[in-house]
Structure formats: C-alpha cells, structure tokens
C-alpha cells in the first residue's frame, strides 16, 4: 500500500486517468446494468451458495458448444451480492470495482517490466476503452478474463526472473482462473510451455529444483481446476469432447486457418480501436509484430515474452471459424495494449515524437467516447423492470406449485425466478418433471399464441384456460391453468 500511494502521489496523470477510467464504470450503473437471462440464472445459484443451499461444482455452459466452465467465478463474486442485500446490481457493482482495480494492477505489472511511460499509455487505452467499460458494467464470467489473463501472464514472468515458489503456484492458480473465466484461455498452455520449456534448457544444471517448481505450478492448476477434473472425469469426458469438437467442425485446411487468423486480427483492432481498419493495413500491422518477434528471439526481453503470448493466442484464435465476438478477445485486450503502448513510446522522445503519441492517445479517446450509451441513451432499467414483472407474478400466485417462463427468449425468465426467489415463493425449477398447478408467461415480444405454444415449458403444462392478463413496463404476463 505505501509503495502504491507513493506511486499515485507523484503521478497526477495516473490519478486523474484512473479516476476517469473508474467513473466510467460506475456511471449510471444502475440504470444500464445488463440483467438478462445468464445474470438471473447466476444470480440464482450465487444466492444459494451465499444461504448454505448448493454449492456447484461446476460453472455455466459456454454460448456456443455447450461446455461447461468452471465455478470460480460464482464464488470469486458471490461476497458482493451479499454485500448488496441481494440486489443483483452488487453483482455488477463487484465486476466494476475489479475492472478499476485492473486499471491500477495494470500500470504496478507494465511500470515494473518495462517502464512508467508505456505503463502509464497502456492505462488511458485501457481506461477509455469502450470494449472493456462494457465488460465491466454488467455481471458475466468472461468480464474479469482481461485481468486474470494479464496477472497469468506476469506471475509466469515472474516465477522465471525470481525462481520462487510461490510465484509458480501463483501462476498455475490464475491460469486455472482464466479458463474457468473462459475457454479461450486455453490458447495460453502453448506459450507458457515454451517459456517454461526454454527456461529449463537455459537451466540444465538445476534440473531438479526447476521440476519440482514446474510440478508446483502443475498442482495449483490442478488442485483450482478439480471440481472441473472431476466433473469431467465422471461423465465420461464430456467437457474435452465439446471443446474438440468445437474446433474440429470449424474447418481443417491450411487457407481456412489462415483466413481466421487474418479475420480474427481485423476484428481484435475494430474492437480495441472502435475504427474499421483498411484490411490491409491491419494485415501489415500482423506482419510488422511478426517481424519485431522474429527480431528479438535472440534477446531476453519482456516485450519479446508479450508478443510471444499475443501471436500465439492469436495463432490458437485461427483455429476457431465462428462469430468473433468481442468478449472472446479477452486474453488479448490487455496484450494488446501494452505492445501498441510500446510502440508509441519512443526513446528519444522529441517535440514530434510527444506529438504523434498524444494526438493517438487523443483520437483513440475520441473514437471510443462514440460508444459510451450511458451517456447519451435513455436507462434501460433491467433490474427495476425485472422486479416489477417478478411483483405481479408475485401478487397473483395462488398455489404453492407454480411455474414461470418467457417467450421468445425461454431462459430469461431467471430474472424473475430470482426475485420471487429471495421473496420465499420459488417457482418450480425449469427442469423440474413436477406438474405445476399454475403457469405464469412472460412475453417480452409478441408471442402468441400462448396456449398451444409448442415450447417444452408450456407443452408440458398443457395450459387451456387463460386466467389473467397484465401488462408491466411493456411486457406481457398470462396466468394459465388447466
């Protein structure tokens, strides 16, 4: 603590950055959250840990492929729901407060591997940067993969510069974190091993002592990943198959990988610069860090260890033909930024070079202040929303057995099980064989007809008689029984 108030009070620039970069997190949080199905669903199992009820042994499943991650991040995050008396916004509230605390770590870990300069531009893109101010204004797992990612990767540098023990534990423990964040961050076992790998052949006369740091860090992955390992090791693989055959169905030849990587690389810089690049200056801006690695592979240089991580994480994107949404870039936002901050701080630093590097940090301020929506869009109000539906439902529930659903989207109706939840009227869960006595169906867009609707949630009911009708803040709610 003493060295980071000694560090904020002789760096005005960095206090005013990181008082930016927290602002725009928190601002109007509580009219813009997102609280859709995934954060009612969470929310859910979040509150049943904090009562003692359940405790999972295994995460949420991935969007696409269905493969379930790891719990860390229900528990990482569950202190701020209690925290919050149960109001889902303390949720979002935890994730905006480590995605500010990120902005801080990031500049401690850049100052100390390169220097305060590239450490302090590297904070205002990460600051301003409307990608990451997204990530960090609603509750999801892949939200916190920039920082778990960044703090990976530094304790892996560490533990090779210091030779401690405890950084090596340290980084297994917080690779073990990213993937639980998200799977894409397995594309970082190749570039740890090589490092691991190179250090050991630069080291031969401590042989021992390195394998048994290694087999340190082998068990904290392992001992963090269990509850995933075991989940896996008891239904058959199931976990390893999806993710395989993930990749395995998105395309095997050698021009097929080479499009994705250029593709995703296109993407990487319209998410990190909110500009659409001509494609082939990003493809020369590839080649150009391709080249800078190629050029320092003989030295022992810091920048050289990012790059290395970058290429090859992009490398492993290549293998993945999908939709490159945004959130599956996060292993490389803040590698990113650091690189392109090394670029622009020149050695010399001359009354041009000062120049070009503030009128880029200038124009990307720019460019990304166009997608900050709490600031020129009217509220959504998710949450209040959320609530006033879950009241109605609420107020004409009659039987103890009852169920709610949503149409279109059938799993958003988690936002309003959550609030009926903490009020002790639970709905029957949706996977429940357990016949309901009434249903209660939440139309957030036209959805009729209602009774008929071939969903499994109505169909099962077999609803023939609608017994109510209310409309709250826009959207529908029918009372139904049979």
């Not at 390893?240 to 810089?269: E, H, I, R, V």
Request: aromatic share 20%.
């Amino acid at each position: 603590m003493r060295r980071i108030l000694n560090i904020l009070t002789k760096n005005r620039a960095l206090i005013v950055t990181l008082i930016i970069g927290v602002f725009l997190r928190f601002y109007k949080l509580t009219g813009f959250v997102t609280f859709l199905g995934d954060q009612g669903r969470d929310a859910i199992i979040i509150k049943r840990i904090i009562t003692l009820e359940h405790f999972p042994a295994i995460g949420p499943p991935t969007s696409v492929g269905q493969i379930y991650l790891g719990p860390f991040y229900y528990y990482f995050i569950a202190p701020w729901l209690l925290l919050s008396n149960f109001n889902p916004i303390g949720l979002a509230a935890g994730v905006a407060f480590f995605s500010s605390l990120y902005l801080l770590i990031n500049y401690l870990i850049v100052s100390e591997l390169f220097n305060k300069k590239i450490a302090l531009i590297s904070t205002i893109l990460l600051s301003f940067s409307s990608v990451l101010i997204n990530f960090s204004r609603f509750s999801w797992n892949p939200n916190l993969l920039p920082l778990f990612s960044l703090l990976t990767i530094y304790f892996v540098i560490k533990s090779l510069k210091t030779n401690k023990w405890y950084y090596f534990a340290l980084s297994g423990a917080f690779f073990s974190f990213s993937i639980q964040l998200h799977y894409l961050s397995l594309f970082l076992i190749l570039p740890i091993s090589i490092v691991y790998l190179i250090d050991l052949l630069k080291e031969r006369k401590q042989l021992i002592h390195k394998f048994i740091y290694l087999f340190i860090c082998l068990f904290s992955f392992i001992l963090f990943s269990s509850p995933l390992i075991i989940f896996d090791l008891r239904h058959n693989f199931l976990n390893s198959k999806l993710f395989l055959a993930l990749f395995q169905s998105s395309g095997t030849s050698f021009l097929t990988k080479l499009n994705s990587l250029f593709d995703s690389f296109y993407f990487l810089n319209i998410y990190s610069f909110n500009i659409n690049l001509n494609k082939y200056f990003v493809y020369s801006l590839l080649f150009f860090l391709l080249l800078t690695f190629v050029t320092l592979i003989k030295k022992s240089s810091n920048i050289k260890t990012f790059l290395l991580f970058f290429l090859l994480s992009m490398l492993g994107m290549s293998f993945y033909n999908g939709l490159k949404h945004p959130h599956y870039f996060g292993i490389l936002y803040p590698l990113y930024y650091v690189i392109i901050s090394y670029f622009f701080v020149f050695p010399k630093q001359s009354v041009w070079e000062k120049f070009l590097t503030i009128f880029f940090v200038l124009g990307f301020i720019f460019l990304n202040f166009q997608k900050y929506p709490h600031f020129r869009n009217p509220s959504n109000n998710q949450i209040i929303i959320a609530k006033n539906v879950a009241q109605k439902i609420f107020d004409n529930v009659k039987k103890e057995k009852f169920t709610v659903t949503s149409l279109p989207e059938k799993y958003s109706d988690s936002t309003y099980r959550y609030f009926l939840e903490i009020w002790k009227k639970r709905a029957i869960e949706k996977d429940s064989l357990d016949k309901a006595d009434e249903l209660f169906v939440v139309c957030e867009k036209k959805c009729t007809p209602v009774i008929g609707n071939p969903m499994w949630d109505i169909a099962y009911f077999a609803p023939n008689k609608i017994v109510g009708e209310w409309s709250v803040n826009g959207v529908k709610i029918y009372k139904l029984i049979r």
